[in-house]
T-cell receptor, first 109, second 114 residues
Framework: SQQGEEDPQALSIQEGENATMNCSYK?????LQWYRQNSGRGLVHLIL?????REKHSGRLRVTLDTSKKSSSLLITASRAADTASYFC?????????FGTGTSLTVIP | DTAVSQTPKYLVTQMGNDKSIKCEQN?????MYWYKQDSKKFLKIMFS???????INETVPNRFSPKSPDKAHLNLHINSLELGDSAVYFC?????????????FGSGTRLTVV
């Protein structure tokens, strides 16, 4: 299936450290999106990177995309306790839109 | 001023019952969706719908049916509820039909079938 897979499944870091999450997928995509989900809440769109882009920034977020390896990474710099959440990548193939299984990030104050 | 709102937030019901979850968006988006999130947090699309096309994920049982009275609403009806239907259901909307500029999600409805 096209299901994205995030790695690691869970990540625990100290406040101020950087957090890196990876997403791998299986087929060609039009774009890849990252979402955050706080406990008990809906998903919030963070950033979208198109297939012809290699890197994108938004505040403390940095997303890279390597279409040759079919992978993407999300870097959160200078993490805060409020960044504690689950992070999902989602891939748009043009015909379908798939969410991965998520990375659970815990930022310890 | 919630962008995508769904009700109820929690729903506990017995097997065999019929229930509905309501969703409304005030963003003027063209397309609305229903997603099911299982206990492992995997999100699976169930339906996507705009005023021209309904796309149904073929793995969704026909006990589930979306109903859209207008562009701003997409309700989810579930007949003959089963234990395996227990999950969190998310409504979402997007400006375009494929969500290529991102989706806006509701806060979810936690359905527990007992």
């Amino acid at each position: 299936s096209q299901q994205g897979e995030e790695d690691p499944q869970a990540l625990s870091i100290q406040e101020g450290e950087n957090a890196t999450m990876n997403c791998s997928y299986k087929t060609s995509i039009n774009n890849l999106q990252w979402y955050r989900q706080n406990s008990g809440r809906g998903l919030v769109h963070l950033i979208l990177i198109r297939s012809n882009e290699r890197e994108k920034h938004s505040g403390r977020l940095r997303v890279t995309l390597d279409t040759s390896k079919k992978s993407s990474s999300l870097l959160i710099t200078a993490s805060r306790a409020a960044d504690t959440a689950s992070y999902f990548c989602a891939t748009d193939t043009g015909n379908q839109f798939y969410f991965g299984t998520g990375t659970s990030l815990t930022v310890i104050p | 001023d919630t962008a995508v709102s769904q009700t109820p937030k929690y729903l506990v019901t017995q097997m065999g019952n019929d229930k509905s979850i309501k969703c409304e968006q005030n963003l003027g988006h063209d397309t609305m969706y229903w997603y099911k999130q299982d206990s492992k947090k995997f999100l699976k699309i169930m339906f996507s719908y705009n005023n021209k096309e309904l796309i149904i994920n073929e793995t969704v049982p026909n006990r589930f049916s979306p109903k859209s009275p207008d562009k701003a609403h997409l309700n989810l009806h579930i007949n003959s509820l089963e234990l395996g239907d227990s999950a969190v259901y998310f409504c979402a909307s997007s400006q375009d039909f494929r969500g290529r500029v991102g989706y806006t999600f509701g806060s979810g409805t936690r359905l527990t079938v007992v």
